[in-house]
């Protein structure tokens, strides 16, 4: 399978001489989901930041589709990738058609404002992730469950081709772990999704890749998720 990210040799640092990343390389396959795991200053939320342009690497190369990711415009890169923060904060109560409508904000024009095809998408994105009947609900009267869907709807709503996850099961009930776990499995979009949640790794990840330090201690299938992997990449003795 095709990779749609191709990383080489990618050095990135926060504060000088103190590498996060150095000569890092790694692809991730198209149309496939890649879940990232390892513990906390491993470079998992700073590795998404990277791919969605929001971060520029101090060296090296990432190529999006063949393309070095910076040749592409602010405009190209939020059209094609979806990006969910692990934190989100509501600043005003709009109703959750209102805030899904505005994933389509990449593809306006001028003044033309909302058209048929960004209500349609908006709806199609609801009745995917199940939440039609939220539609004039106020966003601050929703559970933190409800409201990672809406963000994820807001997401697919825009349609992008990659879809970019810092910690999309954080903080949820089982139920909407599991609501959105089905949801990710079924949308056929390229996934890339950073977790702690071993579980769900286990559950939808086609592809694993375990990050330690910035560097890539082993990547597999979700059959690397072994006790003695995990062992080493947490440094905790697992019986």
């Known amino acids: 399978m095709s990779s749609i990210y191709k990383i080489k040799d990618l050095n990135f640092y926060y504060k000088k001489e103190q590498d996060l990343f150095r000569d890092f390389n790694c692809g991730i396959e198209q149309g496939r989901i890649t879940g990232i795991i390892g513990p906390n ?9 990277i791919l969605r342009g929001i971060i520029k690497p101090h060296s090296g190369l990432v190529f999006l589709k063949d393309r070095s990711l910076h040749e592409h415009s ?3 890169l939020a059209q094609k990738i979806g990006i969910l923060f692990s934190e989100y904060q509501f600043v ?9 409508l505005m994933g389509r904000y990449p593809f306006l024009t001028g003044l033309a404002g909302y058209g048929e095809d960004d209500f349609q998408a908006a709806d199609q994105a609801m009745k995917v992730t199940g939440i ?14 409800e409201k990672q869907i809406v963000l ?12 970019l996850l810092d910690e999309p099961f954080s903080h949820l ?3 909407h772990q599991i609501q959105i776990g089905n949801i990710l ?5 390229t996934i890339i999704f950073v977790t702690h949640n ?42």
């Open 185 to 189: 499995k079924n949308v056929k979009k």
């Open 173 to 175: 009930d089982l139920k």
């Open 132 to 145: 039609s009947h939220l539609k004039y609900k106020g966003m601050f009267e929703l559970s933190s469950g």
């Open 152 to 163: 994820l709807t807001h997401i697919l709503a825009q349609k992008p081709e990659i879809l």
């Open 92 to 100: 005003y109560n709009y109703n959750v058609w209102e805030f899904v």
């Open 41 to 49: 200053g491993a470079g998992k939320s700073t590795l998404l930041h």
């Open 198 to 239: 071993i579980t769900f790794m286990k559950e939808i990840s086609d592809r694993v890749i375990l990050l330690k330090k910035g560097k890539i201690l082993t990547e597999g299938n979700k059959k690397i998720l072994t006790r003695r992997n995990l062992s080493k990449l947490f440094d905790i003795k697992i019986n």
């Open 74 to 76: 602010r405009i190209e």
